[in-house]
């Protein structure tokens, strides 16, 4: 790859959706045409470790012999497989059982340093990573520790200096990897501006300690990860900050998959051009871009295929008719065509500017706070400006004729041209709901109970249907329990909200108490998660 040395892909197989082996060979066959020679997958407990039995139980984690037969897989299309693991926090899933809960954890998500069972869990990870990646290079994690020492270290030890901390802990693990062959290992680089003065992902160029800078071990490399930046400046600032922590130095970039059903390869784009550029400039020659899961793994990791062909076409100087050309004959897809996943959530298309609240903080995620906002609370759709819902019969119609043309990836196509059928319905169910309401309209209500529920009802159904074909053709099962119980509590729920609809119109019940209660504004509240969507009365 022109300019870069290593450049590669992170997969998130931890956040419910964990792909399945055929489904990876299929993704690194083609990312690997495209010119990427590394990837990660990000597995926080979904794989085996040795003499530690509820890693990962019950998660659909990788057995040794799967990740040997990825490894080996990768290997032969020319990918470097690196293991890309969690050693502070970001073990949230581990923290459920009894077996670790009440030994290895500090607070929230974030194991406890000092604590010998921590080292002991450390040094059996390592111990199996060695015996089943090829890479002698390894991504150690430990981004967003941001309360560590303030838990059970705090009860244990009494107060100490966070980077003092950081930096204990990180040369111990820097010793367990190199102890089973590690000959370089890497770390996320934002604790080092967090627990200091100073801003992360800012223009301004960071200066550290010397008690930081000369404590770095030499042969741990740091990440840089921004997905969100459009400002080159932001970019150039903190990779020569990063280059003052170690000579080594990674960018992370975000092919957006997060949060979200569909995925956001236009807004990816639009970021990563502006840090690749800076890399270049900034002498950077190691990028990897991140496909996160948050929130549920929904999206198709194959969706942002656009977005790494337009990386890889960046830092190899393509022209745009060529980066479309090569993509053609990659995929066998119009690049184009495969953009238009991006169109469940584009319900503005190019007409928002980025400094528009709906841009606030990162890519929207409309369909999904549309889809499963409550229609008697409403809360979301109220605030949020929505169209006219028939801009989604348009984009069901297109995504349906791509999905006829495609033999290899029309199911993906059909996932969201449903979805987009649940949008056309759904959007705008809540404010329809709440305006007959207080209009006490009778008639209209008893037609929207009748015709709209119903009909979303059974649009959802068959979404579920091509959602979980798509699921298992590139996950494992494990995971999709998560989206029949929310899919399927969305039903159960709009079944109910149907039933004291037609209640009211019929005086069997005398008003609708979350109708009578107003929608206060949500100003630029931004929100990402089915927990915050759904209801306001989780706890």
Not at 73 to 97: D, F, M, N
Not at 324 to 345: H, Q, S, V, Y
């Amino acid at each position: 790859m022109k300019n870069f040395d290593s450049f590669g892909v992170l997969i998130d197989c931890s956040r419910n959706a964990v792909p399945n082996v055929d489904g990876l060979k299929r993704f690194f066959c083609a990312i690997s045409k495209m010119g990427y020679n590394t990837a990660m997958l990000y597995t926080e407990d979904t794989y085996e470790v040795e003499n530690e039995p509820y890693f990962g139980y019950k998660r659909g984690r990788y057995s040794i012999e799967e990740i040997k037969e990825i490894d080996r897989y990768a290997a032969s299309v020319g990918i470097e497989l690196i293991p890309c693991i969690q050693t502070l926090a970001h073990l949230r899933t581990l923290k459920k059982w009894r077996a670790y809960r009440n030994i290895v954890f500090d607070i929230d998500d974030i194991l406890l340093i000092d604590e010998p069972r921590t080292y002991e869990l450390i040094e059996n990870i390592f111990k199996t990573l060695s015996k089943t990646f090829s890479s002698k290079r390894v991504h150690i994690g430990m981004d967003e520790a941001h309360h560590v020492g303030l838990g059970k270290y705090l009860d244990k030890h009494g107060y100490t200096d966070k980077y003092e901390l950081l930096m204990k802990h990180l040369g111990r693990v820097c010793e367990i990897a190199e102890k089973y062959g590690y000959e370089k290992t890497m770390m996320a680089a934002d604790l080092f501006f967090s627990l200091a003065p100073g801003v992360f992902c800012s223009t301004e160029v960071k200066d550290f300690p010397p008690e930081i800078t000369e404590n770095v071990p030499k042969n741990c490399g740091v990440v840089h990860w921004d997905y969100f930046g459009t400002d080159k400046q932001r970019y150039d600032a903190m990779l020569l900050s990063a280059k003052k922590l170690s000579k080594d130095v990674w960018f992370s970039g975000g092919a957006w998959t997060w949060n979200t059903f569909s995925p956001h390869n236009r807004y990816s784009m639009k970021r990563n051009e502006t840090a690749i550029a800076s890399c270049v400039e900034n002498g950077v020659r190691q990028a990897f871009f991140t496909l996160w899961g948050d929130d549920g793994g929904e999206c198709a990791y194959e969706a942002v295929l656009p977005a790494l062909m337009h990386a890889a076409a960046t830092a190899e100087g393509m022209s745009e008719t060529e980066m479309k050309a090569k993509f053609r004959a990659i995929t066998g897809e119009d690049f184009d065509d495969f953009c238009d996943m991006d169109l469940p959530n584009y319900i503005y298309g190019d007409d928002v500017p980025v400094e528009s609240p709906y841009f606030q903080h990162s890519a929207c995620n409309y369909a999904k706070i549309h889809l499963y906002d409550d229609p008697f609370f409403g809360a979301m759709s109220a605030n949020l400006a929505s169209p006219d819902a028939d801009v989604y019969t348009d984009y069901a119609k297109r995504l349906y004729s791509h999905a006829g043309k495609s033999e290899r990836y029309g199911f993906m196509y059909e996932t969201l041209a449903r979805l987009c059928d649940v949008m056309n319905k759904k959007l705008l169910l809540a404010k329809k709901t709440r305006a007959l309401y207080s209009a006490r309209d009778m008639a209209g209500l008893k037609n929207l109970a009748e015709n709209d529920y119903a009909q979303c009802i059974e649009r959802i159904n068959r979404f579920y249907d091509a959602f979980k074909f798509q699921w298992y053709k590139i996950n494992k099962t494990y995971g999709f329990e998560i989206q029949e119980a929310r899919l399927g509590g969305l039903v159960l729920r709009l079944e109910s909200c149907r039933e004291r609809i037609l209640d009211f119109t019929e005086g069997k019940i005398t008003n609708i108490a979350e109708l009578d209660e107003g929608i206060l504004p949500m100003d630029d509240t931004y929100i990402t998660s089915w927990s915050e969507i759904v209801s306001s009365n989780n706890t």
